[in-house]
């Protein structure tokens, strides 16, 4: 999504502005060309030439060296964003000032703007900063919420440079057309857990990396994102509702809940399929039990499927190879419109992996049909899904 595009990358005087490396490169690696302009105190903290070296575009910083290069810029570019900005740069901006080369060019820009402020916290929270960000918010400037934590000078507070892969996801939704502004879809990711006794449980490899991937993408496009999640070991995804649940039926629960005003299911979760029969209330002794009698746990989809509720679903079939004559059979017992398909048993692929290969089947009439995708990134399959999605929806 960023294949190509140019990003005018202002880097003002803060102590945060060495955590831009890791940003450029996230920028690098997905293909964007970063032309980088610095403040004159940014050098302070950071060279000029290492900042070029890690673009691979020249740094600009005075504004006389190339007398027409602020409308140049402000022409060219696909988004303006500042990271770090500090409270100097930000009141400036709010006020029409223009006295060096990144106040020039961001006021002769058009487009997109993000700022990611870094500062003391006395600062940030000061009447004459708030004013500024709220003057900047109501023209359609965005900000990303700087962090709480320790600071520079040894204090506590609200003031930190916001995690660089927050502002990284952030700048790729600036850049995203928001063709699902209409939606509201509810998604289900990772495994569920089904416990034995309080400490020891059944689960399945379930990473979840696929169910956050849907819900990154489909809020990048501008749905509205309600993500349910089961016990996993990775962030989620900047959504508007997370919750996360344990066992299956905390799923189903969580689910039932929630369905009210939306109108896309996906059910990319990986719920267990059986229980324990019996849960103890203390731990077992382990030559106390030969043998755990297992039932099945509620199947969350045929649950759904007797609230009558109107929705566009869509299930995941793991398959112990590419199994299209099951996933079929899951497709119509379970009410699907769409139903998509893993194979475990990928060497590349699958749960725990960051890349996928899916075969997605959906139903027009009386027919089947079916589309492949080859390897890729979790997050390539999940556009590939949600505009899959969109597409059936919209009757194509």
């Not at 969350?300 to 190879?321: H, N, P, Q, R, Y």
Request: aromatic share 8%; glycine share 6%; net charge positive.
């Amino acid at each position: 999504m960023l294949k190509d595009k140019k990003i005018v990358l202002g880097i003002t005087g803060s102590i945060a502005a060495y955590k831009i490396f890791e940003l450029i490169k996230y920028f690098k690696d997905a293909g964007a060309c970063i032309l980088p302009v610095m403040t004159l105190k940014a050098t302070y903290f950071v060279t000029p030439l290492s900042i070029e070296i890690a673009c691979g575009n020249k740094v600009l910083v005075d504004m006389f060296e190339s007398p027409l290069s602020h409308i140049e810029l402000a022409k060219k570019a696909d988004l303006f964003l500042i990271a770090p900005a500090t409270a100097n740069f930000i009141n400036k901006y709010a006020s029409g000032i223009a006295d060096d080369l990144l106040t020039t060019t961001i006021l002769a820009y058009k487009g997109p703007v993000i700022i990611a402020p870094a500062m003391n916290w006395r600062m940030y929270e000061s009447p004459q900063v708030q004013k500024s960000i709220g003057y900047l918010k109501s023209i359609g400037v965005s900000f990303i919420e700087p962090e709480e934590g320790s600071l520079a000078c040894g204090e506590e507070g609200k003031g930190r440079l916001a995690e660089v892969k927050k502002i990284y996801e952030i700048a790729i939704s600036a850049l995203t057309e928001k063709d699902l502004q209409d939606e509201h879809i509810l998604i289900t990711a990772g495994p569920t857990r089904q416990y034995i006794d309080p400490i020891r449980f059944i689960t399945n490899k379930s990473s979840g990396k696929m169910g956050y991937a849907l819900a990154k993408i489909a809020k990048r496009r501008g749905a509205k994102v309600t993500l349910i999640s089961g016990p996993v070991n990775i962030s989620p995804p900047e959504v508007d509702r997370l919750i996360m649940v344990d066992t299956t039926l905390d799923m189903l629960k969580a689910v039932i809940e929630n369905i009210g005003d939306i109108n896309t299911l996906i059910m990319a979760a990986a719920p267990l399929d059986f229980e324990p029969e019996k849960t103890f209330k203390t731990k077992l002794d382990k030559n106390s039990i030969k043998s755990i009698p297992l039932k099945l746990c509620p199947d969350i989809l045929k649950e759904i499927a007797k609230t009558k509720k109107k929705l566009f679903k869509v299930g995941f079939s793991a398959e112990w190879g590419f199994n299209t004559e099951r996933a079929k059979r899951k497709l119509k017992e379970k009410a699907l419109h769409m139903i998509v398909l893993n194979d475990i048993t990928g060497k590349h692929g699958g749960m725990c992996s960051e890349y996928n290969e899916i075969i997605i089947i959906y139903k027009k009439g009386n027919n089947f049909y079916q589309e492949k995708t080859p390897l890729l990134t979790k997050e390539e399959v999940a556009n590939i899904i949600i505009s899959k999605i969109r597409e059936l929806k919209l009757g194509k």
